[in-house]
């Protein structure tokens, strides 16, 4: 994903979290303190400048929709069922490049 498409999806997350927090009547403030993250952090999501993964789970369980977030990226992994794998068949990394077979 080139960098414009990045920036214009921040922006939009922005924008998606920020009526959140609003439809559910929470300022800025009160919305950081509980999810124990600084409010630069919450402005600078809200205003598409993105945060780190942290503070996003953590303001997401403040609004009480960290359950929501987690389903989505395991509907993204192919747990659409919601049942999780056995984690010992899971991969745990990507396979290294193939080295070229020697002549």
């Known amino acids: 994903m080139n960098s ?3 920036q214009k999806l921040l922006v939009q997350l922005g ?5 959140l927090r ?6 800025q403030d ?3 303190a509980d999810a124990g993250v600084g409010l630069s952090t919450l402005k600078r999501l809200e ?3 993105g945060c780190n993964l942290a503070a996003l789970v953590q ?10 977030f987690e389903s989505f990226f395991a509907q ?3 747990g659409v069922t919601g049942e999780r794998a056995d984690p010992a068949d899971q991969r745990r990394r990507a ?3 193939r080295k070229p077979a020697a002549e």
């Not at 924008?15 to 009526?19: G, K, L, S, T, V």
């Open 4 to 6: 414009n498409k990045s």
């Open 15 to 19: 924008e998606d979290f920020r009526r």
């Open 22 to 27: 609003l439809a559910r009547n929470i300022a």
């Open 30 to 32: 009160a919305l950081a």
């Open 47 to 49: 205003v598409g400048r």
């Open 59 to 68: 303001l997401l369980s403040a609004l009480g929709c960290a359950e929501q």
């Open 76 to 78: 993204l992994a192919g």
């Open 95 to 97: 396979s290294s490049p």
